[in-house]
Nanobody
Framework: QVQLVESGGGLVQPGGSLRLSCAAS????????MGWFRQAPGKERELVAA????????YYADSVKGRFTISRDNAKNTVYLQMNSLKPEDTDVYYC????????????????????WGQGTQVTVSS
């Protein structure tokens, strides 16, 4: 089992940047594919970015390609989401999630694939 705690959210002006962090408990973090999701009130949770156990494989939603970067540091049990050129429509609660996988190359893109979730961190983009 793994516990996830997000941090780094806040209020930022349009065009600004934030870096979200997700710290995982346990000693098997490297066994999990990780993802960042976001959800607005009344809307479905959507995948923003995902990363395989191997940091060489990543996935991004079209809406964030070229602006967001997902990365992980297995030695620190942490996954990051660097968000640049933020827009008001990026305003959401952001969640990290973990999926236990056997392959180092598996990227999980379906919400149902994920076994563990953090509590979420609010990101607000507004002038």
């Amino acid at each position: 089992q793994v516990q996830l705690v997000e941090s780094g959210g806040g209020l930022v002006q349009p065009g600004g940047s934030l870096r979200l962090s997700c710290a995982a408990s346990g000693r098997t973090f490297s066994s999990y594919a990780m993802g960042w999701f976001r959800q607005a009130p009344g809307k479905e949770r959507e995948l923003v970015a995902a990363i395989a156990r191997s940091t060489s494989r990543t996935y991004y939603a079209d809406s964030v390609k070229g602006r967001f970067t997902i990365s992980r540091d297995n030695a620190k049990n942490t996954v990051y989401l660097q968000m640049n050129s933020l827009k008001p429509e990026d305003t959401d609660v952001y969640y990290c999630a973990a999926n236990l996988v056997s392959s180092v190359l598996t990227i999980s893109v379906r919400i149902g694939d994920y076994d563990y979730w953090g509590q979420g961190t609010q990101v607000t983009v507004s002038s």
